[in-house]
């Protein structure tokens, strides 16, 4: 089993890709059905080589595989960011990632058992981040999105919503810069949670977040009618591929287009975990 190769894709297949807020309040929304609802989508990232980053040849000829595969979380920057924030979760992604094999597992099956566990990790240190680091985070998401939006609109649509008609293997699609520059601003973003300048996230934060989400959303209904529900419910989607992808890709645009400190609120709101 090529550890290095479970090790980035269980990081980098957390990623979170989108959510959608839709609102609804009487007179507001006019016929829209459904009272405020938040629908967060948490889209994975199909596997990409090892290749991409991570040369191939290893040292670990004669080691245990437990060994293994702490050699392959500690080549890379993000995991030893991991291993010093939360020692307790890295070990336990070590134990559970060689049980698994010991068990027989499939490298899938172990990716897919340490994607939530990273995941949770990026959404509580994205409430902490100050908000440069939570506006980089998601305009780098942004960028991954229209890298493969460009090769073609089911590619894009594959890539939000993999459970939906499979994912697709971006290593020949997502530039190498853009993936090295989405590794170092995750890692720059957790040590900044724990930083000097840490975030504390307001009740009055959220409370414009809201505000803000509800000047949006309108007009994300108005430009795309019944075809909204997608985010909802993406198998919607197939054959309105093309569309699924421009309402992701213009809901964090109007997003980003708030001040900083707005769009960094907006962004945290809804990616927390209350709002899952």
Same mark, same amino acid.
């Given at each position: 089993m090529n550890w290095a190769h479970v090790v980035l894709a269980g990081y980098i297949g957390a990623v979170i890709a989108i959510v959608v807020g839709m609102f609804r309040k009487k007179g507001w929304l006019?016929?829209?059905?459904?009272?405020?609802? #938040?629908?967060?989508?948490? @889209?994975?990232?199909? $596997?990409?080589? @090892?290749?991409?980053?991570?040369?191939?040849?290893?040292?670990?000829?004669?080691?245990?595989?437990?060994?293994?595969?702490?050699?392959a979380m500690l080549a890379m920057p993000v995991y030893?960011?991991?291993?010093?924030? *939360?020692?307790?979760?890295?070990?336990?992604? $070590?134990?559970?990632?060689?049980?698994l094999k010991k068990?027989?597992?499939?490298?899938?099956?172990?990716i897919d058992a340490i994607q939530p566990q990273i995941l949770q990790v990026q959404m509580a240190r994205l409430q902490q981040a100050p908000d440069a680091n939570v506006? *980089?985070?998601?305009?780098?998401?942004?960028?991954?999105?229209?890298?493969?939006?460009?090769?073609?609109?089911?590619?894009? #649509?594959?890539f939000l919503f993999p459970a939906v008609k499979g994912g697709i293997n971006p290593m020949h699609?997502?530039? !190498?810069?853009l993936m090295n !520059? !989405?590794?170092?601003?995750?890692?720059?973003?957790?040590?900044?949670?724990y930083g000097p300048n840490k975030h504390t996230v307001t009740a009055e934060e959220k409370q414009l977040a809201f505000q803000d989400l509800q000047s949006i959303s309108p007009g994300l209904v108005q430009r795309y009618g019944p075809d909204i529900q997608i985010m909802t419910d993406p198998s919607k989607g @197939?054959?309105?591929e093309k569309v699924a992808c421009e309402i992701v890709q213009d809901l964090w645009s109007q997003v980003?287009? $708030?001040?900083?400190?707005?769009?960094?609120?907006?962004?945290? &709101?809804? &990616?927390?975990a209350e709002m899952q």
């Open positions: 006019g016929k829209i059905s459904g009272a405020v609802v #938040f629908v967060m989508a948490i @889209v994975a990232w199909n $596997l990409f080589d @090892v290749h991409y980053l991570i040369p191939r040849a290893s040292p670990d000829y004669g080691l245990t595989d437990a060994q293994k595969f702490e050699n030893q960011v991991l291993k010093e924030q *939360e020692p307790a979760l890295w070990q336990n992604i $070590l134990n559970q990632s060689t049980q068990a027989g597992k499939s490298e899938q099956q172990i506006i *980089e985070y998601m305009k780098i998401n942004l960028e991954q999105i229209a890298a493969v939006a460009i090769v073609g609109d089911d590619e894009c #649509f594959r699609i997502i530039p !190498r810069e !520059r !989405r590794m170092a601003s995750d890692m720059s973003m957790m040590r900044a949670a @197939v054959g309105k980003l287009k $708030l001040p900083t400190a707005r769009a960094a609120g907006v962004i945290r &709101l809804m &990616l927390s």
